[in-house]
C-alpha cells in the first residue's frame, strides 16, 4: 500500500508544471521495477492442457461485458480457421475481451487451445505509459481504465507487450480503449471470480490469490512432470502477471512471446527518465554560461575598439 | 511572383508605399498588389494548381474522418496504433523542425550574429514544424477535444508522452514568442518587439532544454516497445540521444533544404542581404550538421554494439539498416565533409536532401516500417496517405503565405 | 479429426451438475441411472446411464479415484491413498463442491495452508474433465449436446440456433443437433 501512496502523491504533486513533473518521473522510474505487485492481489491460473476449445468463455464474456453480438455464434468453431493480417490467429477486439486459439501442434494428438485476455500485470506497460493516468492497478489485482480521461493517443497499445488493448476506432464521437477489465466492477471487487473462469465447463482457470496460485501451478508441474512444461509463464514475464499458464507444449510454440524478459517494460524507459532532471538542472547554467563567455569576447573586442 | 518582379514589383517592405503613404493591413495581406492582380498572380501558379487538385480530394476525406471516426480512414489495426498520421506528422515532422532552437542557440546564445539573416526562417521552420505536428496529432487522436487532459484534467507525469504534451505546448509558446519580433515589425507593434527582446535569452535557453527533453522523448517513446521494434532501430539506452543528435542534423538540413526552396522559389522576396549570405551560411549549416551526423553515426554503432545485435546485419532487415545508414546518413556525411572543404553550397544543398531523406526513413522505419517486425507489415489505407498529403499542403501553404508576408526573408525597412 | 473437434467445440456447459439421490436407480452394486442436473440453466439435465459405464470402465477407481476401496489408477494418488478403506461416500459431489466459486470455497481451498489438493476441481470440472477426457480417449461423445440439450437460454447465451447473428447463422454448428 505504500507504492499506492507514493503513486498518489505523485499524481497530486506534480500538477505544478511540466518541469517539476519530468523531475517526478524520474523517481518513478528508479523505484519502477522493484514494485513487485500487491501482496495479495488475485490471480488466474490457465492450465492450457484442460482446454477444449468450447469458448463457453468467450461467450460469458460477452455476457458479462455486456459487448455487442459476436458475428458468429459462440459454439462456431470455424473462428479457429479465421486469420488476421499475417496470417495470425484472431486477437481480442474491440467487441471481445476474450478470445481462444487453436494450435495444431505437430506430435501433439489434439490441438491445443489457448485463451487470450488481459494479462493484468504487476507493473503494467499500458498504465506506465499512459499520459492521462486512465489505468489502474487495483489491490484486488485487475488492470482498470478510465474511459472518461483517455485522450485517444493509443500509446498503450503501442506499449503493450501482449497486443492486447484494442481501440473503438469505428466510433467518431467516443472511441476507447477495449479490453478485459478481470470484471471488475461486477465481479472481482466484491470477492467472486471472473466471468470466463466460472463459466468454463472444463474449469481451465484457477482463481486464487496470485501467490497461493504460483504453488499450485509449481506442484502442479512436479506431480505430473511429464505433463507440463516446466515454466509458469507469467510467474516472472515482463515483471509477472496476474494471469499465468501452464502448457504442456513449450511456449514459444503456441504464440506466447518467450523473449520479453522478466524486466517491467518501464524499466526498458527508465535510462531516459533520468537524465530528464540532468537535463533539467544542468542545461541552463551551461548554456547561460556558454552565453556569457561568448558575449565576453563581444564585450572585451568592443573595448579594444574603444582604445 | 519572381516574373513579375523582374518587371519590376517592389514587394512590401516598410510601412510606406513609395509615395510616402502607409499600407493598409489588407493591402500588406495581398502582397502590396491590387486584388485583381493578386488573383492573377494566384491563378497563373502552377503549384496552386496541385494544391487545388489536393484539396478537391483530400478535404473531403478529412472532414469525413471526423465524421466517420479513424476506422473510416484506417485500417483501424490493433497492432499498428499507430499509423502515417502520427508516423509521419509527428515523428518525422518535429526533427525537421528542430532548426529553431538551434538557430537561436546558434545566434543568440554563442552570438553568431553572422547567422542572423537566416535565424528568422529557421525559427519559422521550428514553428510551423511543430504547428502542424500537433494537428497532426489532433486529426490521430481518438477524441482530440480532449487535447488539454494531460495538462489540466487527469495528469499521468511519469509516462513519457506526458513530457512530450508538456513540453511540445510550452516550446510552441516559446517559438511564438520568438516570432513575434517579425510580425511586429510587420504589424508595426514596436512594444512587443521590444519586450521579447528582454527576455529572448530565457526563451532560448528554455528552447534548448525543452527540444533536448522532447525530441529525446519522441525516441524514448518506443524504449516502450522492446520487442516489437527491431533491434536494429531499437536501444533501450541511446534511443533517446539517437533521436535527439538526428533531430539536430535534421533541423539544419531542413533549413538548408527549406532555404534553398526559397531561394528557387521565392527569390522575388529575399533580399540582397539574405542572398549573398546565403551560401555562405549553408556551409556554415553543412558543417554543423556534418558534426552531428558523425555523432549519430557512432552512436548508432555504439547502441547495436551494446546490445549486440550485429548477427542481425546479415538478415534482410540488415540489409534495409544498411541502406537506411549508408544514403542517409554515411553519404550526407560525405558530402557535407566534400561540399564544406570546397566550399560548394549546392553539393551541400544535395546533402540535404539526402539528410532530410534519411531522418525521414529513420522514423518511419521505426514508428512503422520495422514496428512489429515479427508480425506483419502494415499498408496505410489509401484515405490516410491522402489525409496526411492534405495536412501537408496546408503546411505548404502556411509556410509560403507567412514567408511571403512577414520579414522572414527580408529586413523590415523601419519608418523615417 | 474435423467430425470430432466439431462435436467437441460444442461441448460447453454453464451447468452445474449434480447428483440429487432421489433421482437414482439403482442396479447390483450401484446406481443404475443418475438424473445429473438440478443446477443446470443452459442445458437440461443429463441421465448418467451408470451401470453402463461400469461395464465400460476397468474398474470403479476409473471415476472414484481411492473412494470404492480400490487403488487410485494415478501413481500419484497412491502416495497418500492406498487400496483398502472405503471413503463414507463416493458421491461425485461429496468432494467435489458444487459451489465451486463461492465466498466460502475460495476461502477454504485458497486461505488453508494445511490443504493439500488445492487445485481440486469442483463439481462441474470433476465432470467435465473426467467424462470428456476418457470420452476422447475412448472414442465417446465429446459434444456439448451430445450429452446434454441445450435450451433457449442456453442458445441466447451462445448467440446460437434462433439467437445466431444474421449473416453467417449457417457457421456450424457443434455437438448434437
Ligand atoms: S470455456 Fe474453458 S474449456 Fe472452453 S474454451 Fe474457454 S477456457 Fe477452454
Ligand atoms: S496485458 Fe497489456 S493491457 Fe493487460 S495489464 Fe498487461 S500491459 Fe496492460
Ligand atoms: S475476466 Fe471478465 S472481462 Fe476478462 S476475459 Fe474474463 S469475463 Fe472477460
Keep these: 500500500m505504500k507504492k499506492l501512496h507514493r503513486r498518489s502523491f505523485l499524481k497530486g504533486g506534480l500538477a505544478g508544471g511540466a518541469a517539476i513533473a519530468a523531475v517526478g518521473t524520474s523517481k518513478h522510474a528508479e523505484a519502477a521495477g522493484s514494485f513487485g505487485g500487491y501482496p495479495d492481489s488475485m490471480g488466474v491460473l490457465v492450465d492450457l492442457t484442460k482446454c477444449v476449445g468450447c469458448r463457453t468463455c468467450e461467450a460469458a464474456c460477452n455476457k458479462e461485458q455486456g459487448l455487442p453480438a459476436p458475428d458468429k455464434s459462440f459454439d462456431d468453431p470455424s473462428v479457429f480457421e479465421e486469420k488476421r493480417e499475417g496470417g495470425l490467429p484472431r486477437r481480442t477486439t474491440e467487441k471481445a475481451y476474450t478470445v481462444v486459439q487453436k494450435y495444431d501442434v505437430p506430435g501433439r494428438e489434439h490441438p491445443l487451445f489457448r485463451k487470450v485476455q488481459c494479462n493484468h500485470c504487476n507493473e503494467p506497460a499500458c498504465l506506465t505509459s499512459c499520459f492521462v493516468n486512465a489505468y489502474k492497478k487495483t489491490p484486488e489485482g485487475a488492470v482498470m481504465y478510465d474511459p472518461t480521461v483517455c485522450v485517444g493517443c493509443r500509446t498503450c497499445m503501442i506499449a503493450c507487450p501482449f497486443y492486447i488493448p484494442a481501440y473503438s476506432y469505428s466510433s467518431a464521437i467516443n472511441p476507447v480503449v477495449k479490453k478485459c477489465i478481470m470484471c471488475y466492477d461486477t465481479r472481482l471487487k466484491f470477492g467472486k471470480p471472473p466471468a470466463c473462469v466460472e463459466a468454463c465447463p472444463q474449469e481451465v482457470m484457477t482463481f486464487g490469490k496470485r501467490k497461493d496460485l504460483l504453488k499450485l501451478a509449481h506442484q502442479r508441474i512436479s506431480e505430473k512432470p511429464e505433463a507440463y512444461v516446466d515454466h509458469v509463464y507469467g510467474e516472472n514475464e515482463v515483471g509477472g502477471t496476474a494471469w499465468m499458464y501452464l502448457s504442456d507444449v513449450p511456449f514459444d510454440k503456441i504464440g506466447y512471446d518467450t523473449h520479453l524478459g522478466d524486466q517491467p517494460i518501464i524499466s526498458y524507459v527508465k535510462e531516459f527518465l533520468a537524465i530528464v532532471p540532468m537535463v533539467l538542472t544542468i542545461w541552463p547554467a551551461l548554456f547561460t554560461g556558454f552565453h556569457l563567455l561568448s558575449n565576453r569576447k563581444d564585450a572585451l573586442k568592443n573595448e579594444d575598439n574603444k582604445s | ?416 | ?177
Design chain 2, 1 to 416: 511572383m519572381n516574373s513579375l518582379k523582374s518587371q519590376g514589383f517592389a514587394p512590401v517592405v516598410s510601412h510606406r508605399k513609395k509615395d510616402g503613404s502607409e499600407w493598409t493591413v489588407k493591402e500588406k495581406l495581398m502582397l502590396g498588389l491590387s486584388p485583381k492582380e493578386y488573383m492573377a498572380v494566384q491563378l497563373r501558379n502552377p503549384f496552386n494548381w496541385v494544391l487545388w487538385a489536393i484539396y478537391a480530394v483530400g478535404l473531403p476525406i478529412l472532414v469525413g474522418r471526423f465524421i466517420f471516426g479513424l476506422g473510416w480512414v484506417t485500417h483501424s489495426s490493433y497492432d499498428y496504433p499507430w499509423g502515417l498520421f502520427l508516423g509521419w506528422g509527428l515523428f518525422v515532422m518535429v526533427p525537421l523542425s528542430a532548426s529553431g532552437f538551434m538557430m537561436g542557440t546558434t545566434v543568440e546564445l554563442f552570438g553568431r550574429k553572422d547567422f542572423k539573416s537566416i535565424e528568422r526562417l529557421g525559427l519559422l521552420n521550428g514553428l510551423l514544424g511543430y504547428l502542424f505536428a500537433v494537428m497532426f496529432l489532433q486529426v490521430d487522436l481518438g477524441q482530440p477535444w480532449r487535447l488539454i487532459y494531460p495538462m489540466f484534467v487527469s495528469l499521468g507525469p511519469a509516462a513519457v508522452l506526458f513530457l512530450v504534451a508538456w513540453h511540445v505546448a510550452t516550446y510552441l509558446s516559446c517559438q511564438v514568442a520568438e516570432l513575434v519580433p517579425a510580425f511586429a515589425e510587420w504589424m508595426d507593434f514596436p512594444k512587443a518587439k521590444q519586450f521579447i527582446k528582454k527576455i529572448v535569452l530565457g526563451l532560448t535557453v528554455a528552447g534548448i532544454i525543452l527540444s533536448t527533453l522532447h525530441q529525446g522523448a519522441l525516441g524514448a517513446l518506443f524504449t516502450y516497445a522492446p520487442g516489437k521494434v527491431h533491434p536494429l532501430w531499437y536501444s533501450s539506452s541511446f534511443q533517446w540521444f539517437q533521436f535527439f543528435v538526428s533531430a539536430v542534423f535534421a533541423g539544419l538540413s531542413m533549413l538548408i533544404v527549406v532555404s534553398t526552396l526559397t531561394k528557387w522559389f521565392m527569390r522575388w522576396r529575399c533580399d540582397e542581404t539574405y542572398l549573398n549570405n546565403l551560401s555562405k551560411l549553408t556551409l556554415g549549416l553543412a558543417k554543423g550538421a556534418s558534426l552531428a551526423l558523425i555523432t549519430y553515426l557512432v552512436i548508432k554503432i555504439i547502441g547495436i554494439a551494446h546490445d549486440n545485435d550485429w548477427q542481425y546485419l546479415a538478415s534482410g532487415w540488415g540489409a534495409w539498416f544498411m541502406f537506411e545508414m549508408v544514403v542517409g546518413v554515411i553519404l550526407p556525411l560525405i558530402i557535407y565533409t566534400m561540399a564544406v572543404r570546397n566550399s560548394n553550397a549546392s553539393l551541400a544543398r544535395f546533402g540535404a536532401f539526402l539528410a532530410v531523406f534519411g531522418l525521414a526513413l529513420n522514423r518511419l522505419n521505426t514508428a512503422l516500417i520495422t514496428f512489429n517486425w515479427q508480425l506483419y507489415q502494415e499498408i496505410p489505407h489509401w484515405r490516410e496517405v491522402v489525409i496526411v498529403v492534405t495536412v501537408y499542403a496546408t503546411y505548404i501553404v502556411v509556410y509560403r503565405a507567412v514567408l511571403a508576408r512577414m520579414p522572414i526573408l527580408y529586413t523590415w525597412k523601419e519608418n523615417k
Design chain 3, 1 to 177: 479429426m474435423g467430425g470430432r473437434k466439431k462435436t467437441l467445440m460444442g461441448m460447453a456447459a454453464l451447468m452445474l451438475l449434480t447428483a440429487p439421490a432421489g433421482a437414482q436407480s439403482w442396479a447390483a452394486d450401484g446406481p443404475g441411472t443418475v438424473e445429473l442436473g438440478s443446477l443446470a440453466n443452459h442445458y437440461s439435465a443429463v441421465t448418467f446411464d451408470h451401470a453402463m459405464h461400469v461395464g465400460v470402465a476397468a474398474n470403479c477407481a476409473e471415476c472414484h479415484h481411492h473412494t470404492t476401496g480400490l487403488a487410485p489408477t494415478d501413481p500419484n494418488c497412491v502416495r497418500c491413498h492406498e487400496a483398502g478403506a472405503q471413503a463414507r461416500s463416493v458421491a461425485c459431489k461429496d468432494c467435489h463442491s458444487d459451489k465451486r466459486f463461492s465466498a466460502e470455497d475460495l476461502e477454504k481451498t485458497g486461505g488453508n495452508p494445511q490443504l493439500y489438493h488445492k487445485g481440486k476441481p469442483g463439481l462441474k470440472g470433476a465432470y467435465h474433465q473426467k467424462c470428456l477426457g476418457c470420452h476422447t480417449t475412448m472414442g465417446g461423445p465429446t459434444g456439448c449436446q451430445d450429452c446434454h440439450t441445450r435450451n433457449d437460454q442456453g442458445d441466447a447465451f451462445f448467440h446460437s440456433g434462433k439467437y445466431a447473428p444474421a449473416p453467417k447463422a449457417s457457421g456450424g454448428h457443434g455437438g448434437g443437433h
